[in-house]
């Protein structure tokens, strides 16, 4: 694993990379003998998926939830799964309910349920993290920092894997034109534009420091985790959704507006992250669930106005005019970020070695086209979230 010495990370960054010292490494076990495993993040769009993924092999989750107790934090993890569809689907006699804090020590478990969690898991996911594109790094700083570090001290206390959930956001987009590879460099931090990147990138140098300790774990960078493709089951205050429905409230649609990002459906990237955290051989690696291209502005219009919704082309300041008006519009709360999104680079990835271990596994990435599309606005459409059409 490659990453940054703390000696070449700036003053501002030095300190939250120093991984604490009671960190230290064990034997990795053979995940194909795992029979329960740990999960953070079920509560939200990619662990819902992760959870049907690990449920579908046959595992008991043990699942972390911020909860006054562990009734409450099952029907708040039933009421996301039913959200995203995949509640009925799912056999939840193999899910167990931790109510806790990833942030706390234990996660605010007592000593005893903690010792016993981590005698019966082999493995740990962790996806949980405040995505939130408008929060300063200052603000994500200490649970980025603290909810890190308790995840490797359970890991080490059971003496299961990590397979830890970071972004492709990581990467510096003015670095350089080519692919960002899974070995390329990440950061620096001060280049990366969002409070959010920002803690993804901290993260995951405390992850790599546990890694060069000995302590066995994989590394995953998803693309911009987009909607499931069979079902169309999507996140409602995704960037790019809120981005659509803003026009379409509006009737208009910004004109040569430079957005353009990797999407790619999540039941590929949970599908993917389970297929190769199952083969002992993804020990130690790095691997990006990607999309083959990305989609930009125009491309996005085209799918819009196919999937039966007219909208009038103006110019991006006339658009944004409309949309400061309307208080009610979805992306009214964030303007500010459309200013800054016009000077964002678009950085590409590669995804060679990661397609490379799939190979035999039958996990492939599917497109973007029409008809996935077309399902991802039925979703919104059957959910309220966007009105009906005219076909």
Known sequence: MTSLTISEVTEEFADDVRLHEDITGFPANDPRTVSEVFLTGATGFLGAFLLKELLARGLVVHCLVRSPDSDAGLERLKANLSTYEILDDLDMDRVRVVSGDVTQPRFGLPESVYAELAERIGAIYHSAAKVNFLTLYKWLRKSTIDGTHEILRLACAAEAPLHHVSTTGVFDPTAEKEPRREIDPTGPPENLSLGYTKSKWVAEQLVREAGRRGVPLTIHRPGQ????SNSGACQKNDFVWRFIKGSVQAGLYPRKFRLEMNMVPVDYVSAAIV????????????????????????????????????????????????????????????????VDMEKVEVAEFADGATREFLSDSGVTCPGIDEKAFDTYISYFIRHGILPERDL
């Open 275 to 338: 297929a190769i955290t199952r083969d002992p051989e993804s020990i130690g690696g790095t691997f990006h669930e990607v999309s083959p291209g990305t989609l930009n502005s125009e491309e996005i219009l085209r799918l819009v106005r196919n999937s039966g919704y007219e909208l009038k082309e103006v110019s991006i300041i006339k658009w944004m005019k409309a949309i400061s008006v309307d208080v009610t519009n979805s992306m009214f709360p964030l303007m500010r970020t459309i």
């Open 225 to 228: 985790v987009w909607g499931d």
